[in-house]
């Protein structure tokens, strides 16, 4: 392509050693503080040499749009997620082309609008009361427990009810554990620098081979009983009619196991960080605590939440923009350059990475009235129309914007709308508590909670 008007040199950044680049700062200071540090000292864009890449840190909304929306071809998803795909297989998330993802993203599209996950809110008021009798039974005398595997267990048990009709924690103990080994080690591998190769018979890398096996067999085993004995009512099902109108196209055995296991590891750690973490600002803001007890009394006073009923939520959404802002659980993203191109005036060669940094845009304090802090107000409809479209983007942009994004925000309300109907969670922790980076945003230590029935 023709480049014009470049500026002279790359951005600044930070310089790290020879050949290896900055990969040893990364892994002494953990991607969540380095590239907030990089962010900070160098500002909106910023290159540094990891090994022998280019890698460009982007936060500014025209960047973003031009890397996810704009220009989105010429930034894909190759040598940057070969570890996600060696591990998790062909599902959405990992692939890229035409063959793969494009044709398989068509084929899902339709499962995941509105009004086809429709059927799955009855699935999610049922997890969220099962987690509010089971939270008087052990912990209404006051005993603390970890929140964050509270929010697992339950988004958990919601994504396996909705894709095949089973809760893998309650009924299936060892699949359930395979799948966890297996989601852990994705997480962890994907957001590692160095790491064992899965070949190396380490004792950890054979369990993780095993549980991998396990959960494939267990998937195939439930798509082919589904085959013999007819489709259900699941998001599995759906996936099984799906048909592509014009070629006719079905997805393989194959296809659909890696989709199903891909939906694990993307939604269900997303959706219970976000819950997390909003518990965890609700208790340090006692007055918006208030204001959705109030939404809750006058939306629902008391009653079972009814799809209906969450258009009318409307501050309980605006809690989980603001908590999806300041904790994006994705909190980076990378793309691989296919092609030079120019961004904010400066040459991208072919094959760097891109970074794409919504922990920094959401953080700026040209978007932003109050960067740090939790205000759901940046939410009033009439603030937030004033705001450049890609100063907020938690679920992604563009063509390879998060599938599952209504499943989450309609999972989250009712959650929260059943959970605080029922408790106020208080949090134990008495200092700021740090982030670090396992795949998803997570807490440096466990966040421990309380309950006091309401
Ligand atoms: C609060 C919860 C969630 C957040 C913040 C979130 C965030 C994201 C983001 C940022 C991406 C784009 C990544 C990129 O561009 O590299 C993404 C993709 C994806 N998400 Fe989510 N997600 C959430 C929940 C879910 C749920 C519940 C599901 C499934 C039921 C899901 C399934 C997927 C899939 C399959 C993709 C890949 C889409 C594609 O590449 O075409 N996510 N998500």
Redesign the pocket.
């Known amino acids: 392509m023709m480049i014009e008007h470049l500026k002279a040199q790359f951005p600044a950044g930070p310089k790290g050693m020879p050949i290896l680049g900055v990969v040893s700062k990364i892994s002494k200071q953990g991607m969540v503080d380095f590239y907030y540090s990089v962010w900070k000292e160098y500002g909106d864009i910023a290159h540094m040499m990891a090994g022998p890449l280019h890698q460009f840190l982007l936060v500014r909304p025209d960047d973003i749009h031009h890397v996810?929306v704009k220009n989105a071809d010429n930034y894909m998803?190759l040598t940057s997620h070969a570890k996600l795909r060696a591990i998790l297989g062909n599902?959405?998330?990992?692939?890229e082309g035409d063959t793969l993802?494009r044709r398989?993203?068509k084929l899902?599209q339709p499962t995941?609008t509105p009004n086809g996950i429709r059927q799955f809110a009855d699935i999610m008021v049922d997890a969220g009361e099962q987690l509010t009798a089971k939270w008087h039974q052990k912990y209404a005398d006051g005993k603390p427990f970890d929140l964050n595997l509270a929010m697992l267990e339950v988004?958990m048990s919601i994504?396996s009810r909705?894709m095949f009709g089973i809760d893998i924690s309650d009924d299936f103990a060892e699949t359930g554990h395979a799948l966890i080994e297996l989601l852990e080690y994705v997480s962890n591998t994907a957001s590692s620098i160095f790491d064992v190769p899965l070949f190396v018979p380490t004792p950890r890398n054979v369990r993780v081979k095993q549980a991998k096996e396990h959960i494939d067999a267990y998937i195939m085993g439930i798509i082919q009983t589904r085959r013999k004995e007819g489709l259900g009512n699941d998001?599995l099902s759906m996936l099984m009619s799906a048909k592509d109108e014009e070629t006719g196209e079905m997805m393989t055995d194959e296809q659909l196991r890696d989709?199903v296991l891909?939906?694990f590891f993307?939604?269900?750690e997303?959706?219970a960080?976000?819950l997390t973490w909003l518990y965890y600002f609700l208790a340090q803001h006692p007055a918006d605590e208030q204001k959705l007890h109030e939404e809750l009394a006058s939306v629902l006073g008391g009653k079972r939440p009814t799809l209906e009923d969450l258009s009318s939520l409307k501050y309980t959404r605006m809690l989980?923009d603001e908590t999806?802002r300041l904790r994006?659980?994705?909190f980076i993203?990378?793309?691989d350059a296919i092609e030079d191109d120019v961004i904010a005036g400066y040459t991208v060669p072919k094959g760097s990475m891109v970074l794409?940094y919504?922990f920094g845009t959401h953080r700026h304090p040209d978007y932003w009235e109050r960067p740090d802090e939790f205000y759901p107000d940046h939410f009033l409809p009439e603030v937030a129309n004033e705001r450049p479209r890609y100063a907020y983007?938690?679920?992604?942009?563009?063509?390879?914007?998060?599938?599952?994004?209504h499943?989450?925000?309609m999972?989250?309300a009712i959650l929260i709308a059943t959970i605080s109907q029922a408790f106020r969670i208080r949090i134990q922790n008495t200092h700021e508590i740090g982030l670090k980076s396992v795949g998803?945003l997570k807490p440096s230590e466990p966040i421990i909670a309380t309950v006091e029935a309401r």
Do not use: D
């Open positions: 996810m998803k599902g959405l998330l990992p692939t993802w398989q993203r899902m995941y988004t994504i909705s998001l989709e891909i939906t993307a939604g269900h997303t959706t960080s976000m989980m999806l994006s659980p994705v993203t990378v793309r794409i919504p983007y938690p679920f992604g942009a563009g063509p390879r914007i998060c599938i599952g994004n499943f989450a925000l999972e989250g998803v």
